[in-house]
């Protein structure tokens, strides 16, 4: 069945750069585009942006502009995503989740998360 | 950007018993619209999407309604799995927005 299986927690100091990894398995990896959302502790899922699974082609929401980078290597079928210069309020559990682009963005599949921690 | 708003926040109900779920948009949605589930420690799961169309293996007790600026997510009956927290979602407009949750909580 499909799956995405996400890296390892992290803890990062403040201005420090994370990356996580988002494994994808049992699918054609071009069939999907992979998106980002994140979740701060008690508050809302929150849109990152999402990447071309062939082109490789990202999209940003704007709040994260300049800061996120997102990346793929469809050769071991994984993506990436990167955030830069770090603050506290980073602090978040980080999910890849896939969309179907014959439908709308809606979430099909979702990885299992990724707390990234951002504490001096 | 398009706010997303759902009412109530906490929502406590008894096993077997009806639940009615809100979610409001700052603008028209037509009919880009999904409800999702959340567990404790879970990843959200897709359980309506444009609005009313169930998502595989989600049960029939679950069922959503509404246009425009107005939506609604109902349980009929309420199993024990089914008490968690529930999230709407646009997708009408980037960027791609979420309301704050409901949790459906034990009465």
């Known amino acids: 069945q499909v799956q995405l299986v996400q890296s390892g927690a992290e803890v990062k100091k403040p201005g420090a750069s994370v990356v996580v990894s988002c494994k994808a398995s049992a699918y054609t990896f071009s069939d999907y585009y992979i998106h980002w959302v994140r979740q701060a502790p008690g508050q809302r899922l929150e849109w990152m942006g999402r990447?071309?699974?062939?082109?490789?082609?990202?999209y940003y929401a704007p709040t994260f502009e300049g800061r996120v980078t997102m990346t793929r290597d469809t050769s071991i079928y994984t993506a990436y995503m990167e955030l830069n210069t770090l603050k506290s309020d980073d602090t978040a559990v980080y999910y890849c989740s896939l969309h179907n682009p014959s439908l709308r963005e809606y979430f099909v599949q979702w990885g299992q998360g990724t707390l990234v921690t951002v504490s001096s | 950007e398009i706010q997303m708003m759902q009412s109530p926040v906490t929502l406590s109900v008894s096993p077997g018993e009806r639940a009615t779920l809100s979610c409001r948009a700052s603008?028209?949605?037509?009919?880009?619209l999904a409800w999702y589930q959340q567990k404790p420690g879970q990843a959200p799961r897709l359980l309506i999407y444009?609005?009313?169309t169930r998502a595989t293996d989600t049960p029939a007790r679950f069922s959503g309604s509404g246009s425009g600026t107005e939506f609604t997510l109902t349980i009929s009956s309420l199993q024990s799995e089914d008490f968690a927290l529930y999230y709407c979602?646009?997708?009408?407009?980037?960027?791609?927005?979420f309301g704050g949750g409901t949790k459906v909580e034990i009465k």
């Open positions: 603008e028209s949605l037509s009919s880009h």
């Open positions: 979602q646009q997708t009408h407009r980037w960027p791609l927005t």
């Open positions: 444009d609005v009313s």
């Open positions: 990447i071309h699974p062939d082109s490789g082609g990202p």
